[in-house]
């Protein structure tokens, strides 16, 4: 069965930091691009980073370059997003996704708020 847990969302003021994780199982972690999406409320599901199967690659949203870096343990099929410098714009519903080709997998999301 596949799985992907997201955690480490909450609500933060701007300027904050915060950690997510996305623990995966049920599949091989490895062969698979991670990425992380949000959306918020009245905003359609937008890619914020990516990463290739062995973290060769990455790439990111423009809005958040230079302040959000992805990275993925695939020991311990986990991918992560480190999240600096917050603003209320990203405030947001945080989705891991995991894709092989035409698999693909989401998690249940996790909930950021950047807010004083």
């Known amino acids: 069965q596949v799985q992907l847990v997201e955690s480490g969302g909450g609500l933060v003021q701007p300027g904050g930091s915060l950690r997510l994780s996305c623990a995966a199982s049920?599949?091989?972690?490895?062969?698979?691009?991670m990425s992380w999406y949000r959306q918020a409320p009245g905003k359609e599901r937008e890619l914020v980073a990516a990463i290739t199967s062995y973290g060769g690659s990455t790439n990111y949203a423009d809005s958040v370059k230079g302040r959000f870096t992805i990275s993925r343990d695939n020991a311990k099929n986990t991918v992560y997003l480190q999240m600096n410098s917050l603003k209320p714009e990203d405030t947001a519903v945080y989705y891991c996704n995991a894709k092989n080709g035409l698999l693909r997998h989401w998690g249940q999301g996790t909930q950021v708020t950047v807010s004083s």
């Open positions: 049920g599949f091989t972690f490895s062969r698979y691009t």
